[in-house]
Nanobody, 123 residues
Framework: QVQLFESGPGLVNPSQTLLLTCTVS??????????WSWIRQPPGKGLECMGV???????YYSPSLKGRTSISRDTSRNQFSLELTSVTPEDTAVYYC???????????????WGRGTQVTVSS
């Protein structure tokens, strides 16, 4: 029933800011039962969780991104967004939004994913 859909630019210039939006239907991003996450997968590499935003708008970001990540939400549109600043070609990846069902150890269990969107950083 829950569906997620990523939208945003497919091409970003180096040093610029990437903005992606996840639109959620079939479930509210404000319910306390879940959190919401941005994950990416560079070519030939594994999945990397970039951060999560909880039902109360509190956030967690992966330290590996060196403070370049910001996740926010628009409850009136049932959307949450990703901003990634100072992008480089190493940020080229497929970007996914997903719903977090639970925390398992140091990782997360996801139960619904968007289809993903390709983002290429190039000049």
């Amino acid at each position: 029933q829950v569906q997620l859909f990523e939208s945003g630019p497919g091409l970003v210039n180096p040093s610029q800011t990437l903005l992606l939006t996840c639109t959620v239907s079939g479930g509210s991003i404000t319910t306390s039962d879940y959190a919401w996450s941005w994950i990416r997968q560079p070519p030939g590499k594994g999945l990397e969780c970039m951060g999560v935003i909880n039902y109360d708008a509190s956030t967690y970001y992966s330290p590996s991104l060196k403070g370049r990540t910001s996740i926010s939400r628009d409850t009136s549109r049932n959307q949450f967004s990703l901003e990634l600043t100072s992008v480089t070609p190493e940020d080229t990846a497929v970007y996914y939004c997903a719903r977090v069902l639970a925390t398992i150890g140091w990782g997360y269990e996801y139960d619904h994913w968007g289809r993903g969107t390709q983002v290429t950083v190039s000049s």
